[in-house]
């Protein structure tokens, strides 16, 4: 189906300065305990893979470049909050995981941003407007398994 551009264009604007405004506010809080928020969606990364993940795996994770996240793993490392093992399936390869301080500082963290979130988010959406826009999202993202396509085509 072929949208409204001017439409389609506010909506995409809409989205972005809602997305920047939040996570301006989000950032401002004092919950990240000397984390930057790189550094806490790779932890967040880790703690929803236990068995660990590749750097190729985590790059498109977090949405980082190579280089950059090559750095910030090894700082993340370095403050002994990740663990670099042998990939058991490929002995060229690594896979990353967190330690038992990652873990920590990953819970502890991601709770009180989890509260920051709930309540900003909450103060503004009531929860069949927070599933409806979860779900938009979801679906302008491709992770519904859907990127392209009209209604019809949609279950």
């Known amino acids: 189906m072929k949208g409204d551009t001017r439409l389609a264009n506010e909506a995409w604007e809409a989205l972005f300065r809602a997305q920047a405004t939040m996570a301006r506010d989000l950032l401002s809080q004092d919950v990240w305990d000397g984390l930057v928020e790189s550094e806490y969606g790779v932890?967040?990364?880790?703690?929803?893979?236990?068995?660990?993940?590749?750097?190729?795996?985590?790059?498109?994770?977090?949405?980082?470049?190579?280089?950059?996240?090559?750095?910030?793993?090894?700082?993340?490392?370095?403050?002994?909050?990740?663990?670099?093992q042998s990939d058991p399936e490929d002995g060229r390869a690594s896979v990353l995981r967190l330690s038992a301080a990652g873990l920590h500082k990953q819970r502890r963290v991601g709770a009180a941003h989890g509260r920051q979130v709930s309540d900003?988010?909450?103060?503004?959406?009531?929860?069949?407007?927070?599933?409806?826009?979860?779900?938009?999202?979801?679906?302008?993202?491709?992770?519904?398994?859907?990127?392209?396509?009209d209604d019809n085509e949609r279950k």
């Open 43 to 84: 932890l967040y990364a880790l703690s929803n893979a236990p068995q660990g993940l590749r750097m190729s795996e985590l790059a498109s994770d977090v949405l980082l470049s190579q280089a950059g996240l090559s750095r910030l793993v090894g700082r993340l490392e370095a403050k002994g909050l990740i663990e670099r």
């Open 120 to 149: 900003r988010v909450s103060a503004c959406l009531n929860p069949d407007e927070m599933t409806m826009l979860r779900d938009l999202c979801r679906r302008l993202s491709g992770a519904d398994g859907e990127q392209s396509g």
